[in-house]
Structure formats: structure tokens, C-alpha cells
T-cell receptor
Framework: QKEVEQNSGPLSVPEGAIASLNCTYSDRGSQSFFWYRQYSGKSPELIMF????GDKEDGRFTAQLNKASQYVSLLIRDSQPSDSATYLC???????????FGKGTRLHILP | DAGITQSPRHKVTETGTPVTLRCHQT?????MYWYRQDPGHGLRLIHY???????DKGEVSDGYSVSRSKTEDFLLTLESATSSQTSVYFC?????????????FGPGTRLLVL
């Protein structure tokens, strides 16, 4: 059974600091990795995807992938109260038609 | 935002009654998915479709059926609703599987089964 694991949190981070969210996955054949943000009462929205080892930056967000360790992370720089949400890690295998989601990490940015 | 709508957005029903949720897309995407989301369980796949009249089961398909007679519509039916099916239901769409191809979610339907 393919699994994606995340710490449920809540992770509390002071405003302006770096928030670090982590995710591990079980299927070594996984090829694409996604981070979704979900505000309370809303649907998940895609914020980042990555498929090559290393870092990918988009504004204040950086996704990091280490396939050898089966580990993907999301860094949020200069954290803002508006970043308070649940972050879902998701993983897809090569040409798989399904994405496996983690249960999410709740992030709380302290003003 | 991806053109995905769900109807109804909220529904209260009684145990034993049939319920149908509708997902409608305007993106002409091949794949459509139904998930339920519950505290402590995250997003769980119920059924998905990879084309008109082509569907397959997900991890929590018992008690649910689906139909897709047109590219743009994917229906989820609870044949006889139970209280354990109280949940938030999300529809998602995606193109053909490929590097970076992801899923986009609809606004969700909150279902309460009394």
C-alpha cells in the first residue's frame, strides 16, 4: 500500500520566520510531488509541484525533494498570518492516474 | 480557478435515502475523481473516471456508485445514505497523467446524514 506520511501538527511559527513542512512517501517509483494548501472550510489548492531532486523556488515557497531518502519538504519564508492553513503533501507514480495524499499538517503563524 | 462546480453545495438527508452529487467541469479534462474528507483521515478516493463510461474504484468505494455519461459531468450516488457517509465530498479533475500533471479541486459538498 502506497503511503504518504506527514506530521499532523499543529506547527506554530512566529510571523516572519521560516516554516518547514515535511513529508515522506513509501513508493520508490513515485515521480511527481505536490503541495496543496487548504484553508478551513475550503478546497485544496495547488501551490507547488516538483519532480526533480533538489530545490524549486516560487516566491516565498521552496519545495525540496530527495528521492533517495523518499522525502519532500516545503519551506515558507517570511511567514504571514495568511499562511495559516493545512498543507497537504501528495505523490504520484510514473503514469499513475491516481495521486496519494497525506493527511496534512496544520500550520499556525503567530502574529 | 479551474472550471469545476459541484452541486448541491450543502445537503441534509435522512438515513436510507438515495443521494446524488454532481460534479461539472468546463476544462474538457479526461480524468475526474470523487474524494471524501474526514477529520483524521484526510482525503480518501471513492471512485474515479478516466473517460466517458470508464470508471474505477478507489479505497473507500463501498456504498457509493458513479456514472459518467458526458466528459463534463461525473455523478456520485449514495444508494442508501448512512450516518457514516456524513462528510465533505470533493470532486477533482486532471489531464492525462504526466510529469507535473496534478488535480484541481471543486468547492466541495457538505453532506449531513441524519
Amino acid at each position: 500500500q502506497k503511503e504518504v506520511e506527514q506530521n499532523s501538527g499543529p506547527l506554530s511559527v512566529p510571523e516572519g520566520a521560516i516554516a518547514s513542512l515535511n513529508c515522506t512517501y513509501s513508493d520508490r517509483g513515485s515521480q511527481s510531488f505536490f503541495w496543496y494548501r487548504q484553508y478551513s472550510g475550503k478546497s485544496p489548492e495547488l501551490i507547488m509541484f516538483i519532480y526533480s531532486n533538489g530545490d524549486k523556488e516560487d516566491g516565498r515557497f521552496t519545495a525540496q525533494l530527495n528521492k533517495a531518502s523518499q522525502y519532500v519538504s516545503l519551506l515558507i519564508r517570511d511567514s504571514q498570518p495568511s499562511d495559516s492553513a493545512t498543507y497537504l503533501c501528495a505523490v504520484r507514480g510514473n503514469r499513475d492516474d491516481k495521486i496519494i495524499f497525506g493527511k496534512g499538517t496544520r500550520l499556525h503563524i503567530l502574529p | 480557478d479551474a472550471g469545476i462546480t459541484q452541486s448541491p453545495r450543502h445537503k441534509v438527508t435522512e438515513t436510507g435515502t438515495p443521494v446524488t452529487l454532481r460534479c461539472h467541469q468546463t476544462e474538457n479534462h479526461r480524468y475526474m475523481y470523487w474524494y471524501r474528507q474526514d477529520p483524521g483521515h484526510g482525503l480518501r478516493l471513492i471512485h474515479y473516471s478516466y473517460g466517458v463510461k470508464d470508471t474505477d474504484k478507489g479505497e473507500v468505494s463501498d456504498g457509493y456508485s458513479v456514472s459518467r455519461s458526458k466528459t463534463e459531468d461525473f455523478l456520485l450516488t449514495l444508494e442508501s445514505a448512512t450516518s457514516s457517509q456524513t462528510s465533505v465530498y470533493f470532486c477533482a479533475i486532471s489531464g492525462n497523467p504526466g510529469q507535473g500533471e496534478t488535480q484541481y479541486f471543486g468547492p466541495g459538498t457538505r453532506l449531513l446524514v441524519l
